[in-house]
């Protein structure tokens, strides 16, 4: 009997790729219905991370709801916050003073580069190689350290106010952002030829976890998932916020549609990343870095408003309803894993276990922004 | 029974027992010093690992026989290495190129399993998914 | 400007149908209370009001012209007796968002569902399943998403005591 | 679920062999990558090349429960999560430890507040735990004292030097 013949009378077998599961980046669970290694069904099971971010966004005043926008997507933290902060902002009508904005956006691409490093060596973790992780965390620390000296914190910021940013800038972190990008900008070539030309790496990826560019706007896809689709939608130039209509950054978007397109984008993002945050940091005005009089305790019209920023994983969008009470009434975040994520299971049927491990790289998932 | 055959019945004795008494004598000191109990909370410690969730359905399925195949040809290359051994211990004897021709010849012998797998298609994982759509 | 030619199709649905009554609208105003909201206040630039029935035309009207569903959000007016479900739309090129609003009675929080139209919405109908307990006809796997399987409780309701 | 935090002893146990294992234990802690959410990243930030736990004997991350143990709960357990966090506690052969890292691991952390629905506060509630280390999240530095906290709680002495409060 032939091993075509032979293989038509396999019975499938249910794999959990669990919640505990070092490529699944946190506590995703997928149900793996398999025909030897290729899938024939992967059901995401989410729910695992979830912490009630509605929630509390409902029983808490506004201000007090801030510390929780850096803990739904930690990785690229400053985007949630400008996303919460924006919303508010624009349902209370407040104007943030021009420095601020600047500072706003040096900041959240600063966190863009950030996140896009921390992705890279995931992805590459997972795909097997360890070593470029450590590069990858060594040039992640740089900005950590500038950005640390700014916000206070690492990883979960707190540092957008309601009208503006709650500490300004000095010249030593001009001069340690600068510094960080010449240095970012001569490691470039090395990731270049190191990852990018890497035969192993480029067998793994090329070809493999096709997305049409349809796929992803029936799903709702957003960021580098659709820009390696084809799309390049970007929030920062299709729906300008902020300051950004200011700079000229051009959206890297590719065709094919795999795993290497998103990939390139990501890296091409982080080059366009730092053409934005020099451009930012040599027009930099002076002037105050907080709206004047922003109330203490925000009572917010009736009604209700949407606001979205292109996070590092995609268009993060609030919108908050509000019954001129001082919590609001309800909190929608509308998170891009979230979307990105469930086209998965339409993407992945048929694929081989490690090809489908790859797209899941690809996605750049955090769990926490999934399950919210 | 001359001198040197005692003795090295003696050697390769002594290289048994040297086997067995690290071989058992780990198992042995790890009974006698590991913990005798492990502390557990939903008495779990025997189930089969699964990412921390039940696992679902049994493993006793009739799954693809490329698996077997490949283990199939595991065994015969390492077979293939076990007979190499003895050939390490006498290759210096003869001067010249005859040795290695000698192995090179066994070696490309056994190197067509390897031929006649990619052949049969071992090699592309063929998936159920695939065969009927083609 | 891609919203225009969806303006008078979205008024076209009004015409047809017998003008429902949409609780919270003013009495008599036709359905679907169409208006265009400037993007710089409120985020949106045409906010369209449709009863439950008409959701999955004014659904259809979106996907024709490649809009793309962002998100779905429940909102509880407890007050009101009544659940409002807003589809997010937006378009990649124009970046231009359309909101769709729909407003079901409390006591039979009922949906048809546009997972079959929209992939994405399977999981957003489930998640404002879990946390509102609006049922979706037709859905086709509407079990608890994020909350644990055998969750029977629905938590973002104005009445829900842990 | 009875509070025995110490590790049940072996056949035959005496002072100076104890010793001698404990030391060896306290110098190779094995982890479990087990990462839930944000401490996460900082728990691998204290495994990337700056902080580099592995001067302190936390070398190796393994993703099996049966090959790791130290379980460093980082992050926050939901209620969907705790029966999964205990299952692979008890898949973790002895000895094991348990190092709650972060305020979530610890109590609940920002997610606790009264009507809270979804998440179990504290993972001592789930399983006994070794050490805990607060901060949310905590430094790459704290997550380290933690370690060193716990190879003192085994060696009995500490050896490596403690930082003085300037």
Known sequence: ?372 | MTNTVVWSLIYLLAFLLAGLVIGLGAMVMAWLLAPKRTRTVYQKTLRSIECGVAPIGHAWIRYGVVYYLYALIFVAFSVDVLFLFPVALVYNETPGWLDFGEVLLFVGILALVIVYAWKKGVFSWKSKLKSPQA | ?162 | ?166
């Open chain 3, 1 to 162: 400007m891609k919203i225009l030619p969806l303006k008078s199709k979205f008024e076209a649905i009004a015409v047809r149908g017998t003008p429902a009554p949409v609780v919270g609208a003013e009495a008599g105003a036709p359905v679907p209370l169409v208006n265009e909201t400037p993007h710089a206040t409120k985020g949106i630039d045409l906010d369209v009001t449709v009863s439950a029935e008409r959701v999955v035309e004014a659904v259809k009207i979106l996907d024709e012209a490649n809009w793309m569903l962002e998100a779905i959000t429940g909102v509880d007016w407890l007050a009101e007796r009544q659940f409002e479900v807003v589809y997010d739309f937006t378009h990649v090129d124009s970046g231009e968002r359309v909101t769709v609003r729909v407003r079901i009675s409390r006591d039979k929080p009922e949906l048809p569902t546009i997972s079959h139209i929209y992939g994405g919405a399977n999981w957003h109908e489930r998640e404002t399943h879990d946390f509102f307990g609006i049922i979706f006809l037709g859905h086709p796997q509407l079990i608890p998403l994020l909350l644990p399987e055998d969750a029977r409780f629905h938590p973002l309701r104005k009445d829900f005591t842990a």
């Open chain 1, 1 to 372: 009997m032939s091993i075509d013949a032979q293989s038509v009378l396999n019975e499938t077998f249910v794999l959990n790729l669990g919640p505990q599961h070092p490529a699944t980046h946190g506590v995703l669970r997928i149900k793996l219905t398999m025909d030897g290694e290729y899938i024939v069904d992967a059901e995401p099971v989410i729910g695992y991370g979830h912490r009630m971010h509605e929630k509390m966004g409902e029983n808490r005043s506004y201000a007090k709801f801030l510390p929780n926008t850096g803990r739904i997507d930690y990785v690229a933290a400053l985007f949630n916050g400008h996303g919460y902060v924006g919303a508010v902002e624009r349902l209370a009508g407040i104007t943030v003073p021009e420095r601020a904005e600047y500072i706003r956006v040096i900041t959240s691409e600063l966190n863009r580069v950030a996140s896009h490093l921390l992705w890279l060596g995931a992805f590459l973790v997972d795909l097997g190689g360890f070593t470029p992780l450590l590069y990858c965390f060594d040039d992640r620390e740089q900005i950590l350290d500038l950005l640390e000296s700014v916000t206070g914190a690492r990883l979960t910021f707190c540092y957008y106010r309601f009208g503006g940013v709650c500490n300004d800038i000095d010249d030593d972190f001009v001069a340690g952002t600068r510094s960080f990008i010449t240095r970012l900008r001569s490691r470039m070539p090395m990731y270049d030829a190191f990852v990018t030309k890497n035969i192993i790496f480029r067998k793994r990826v090329e070809g493999i976890g096709l997305i049409s560019a349809e796929t992803c706007r029936k799903y709702g896809a957003t960021g580098p998932v659709i820009r390696g689709s084809g799309v390049s939608y970007d929030v920062r130039k299709v729906e300008p916020y902020s300051v950004y209509l200011k700079f000229n950054f051009d959206i890297p978007s590719f065709t094919e549609c795999d795993c290497m397109a998103r990939y390139k984008v990501r890296i091409e993002e982080m080059v366009q990343s730092m053409r934005i945050i020099e451009q930012a940091l040599d027009s930099l005005p002076a002037g105050p870095i907080m709206a004047e009089k922003v109330p203490r305790t925000l009572k917010l019209a009736k009604g209700d408003c949407y606001y979205n920023v292109e996070s590092a994983r995609g268009s993060f969008g609030v919108r908050v309803v509000s019954d001129g009470s001082e919590n609001a009434y309800r909190l929608k975040l509308r998170s891009p894993c979230f979307s990105n994520m469930s086209l998965f299971r339409e993407c992945s049927a048929g694929m081989l276990l490690p090809d489908a491990l790859a797209l899941l790289g690809s996605f750049d998932l955090v769990i926490p922004d999934i399950d919210r």
């Open chain 4, 1 to 166: 679920m009875e509070k025995q935090v110490e590790v049940p002893p072996g056949l035959i146990h005496f002072a100076m062999l104890d010793d001698v294992l404990n030391m060896a234990r306290a110098n190779s802690l094995w982890p479990m990558t087990f990462g839930l959410a944000c401490c996460a990243i900082e728990m691998m930030a204290t495994g990337a090349s700056r902080f580099d736990m592995a001067r302190f004997g936390c070398e190796v991350f393994r993703p099996s429960p049966r090959q790791s143990d130290l379980m460093i709960v980082s992050g926050t357990i939901s209620r969907k999560m705790a029966p999964a966090v205990v299952t692979l506690y008890d898949q973790m052969p002895e000895p094991k430890w348990v190092l709650a890292m972060g305020n979530c691991a610890i109590s609940g952390g920002p997610f606790k507040f009264p009507g809270q629905y979804g998440i179990v506060e504290g993972v001592d509630k789930l399983i006994p735990v070794d050490v805990y280390v607060p901060g949310c999240p905590p430094r790459p530095e704290a997550l380290i004292e933690g370690i060193l906290t716990l190879e003192e709680k085994l060696r009995g002495k500490r050896c490596f030097p403690t930082v003085e409060a300037r």
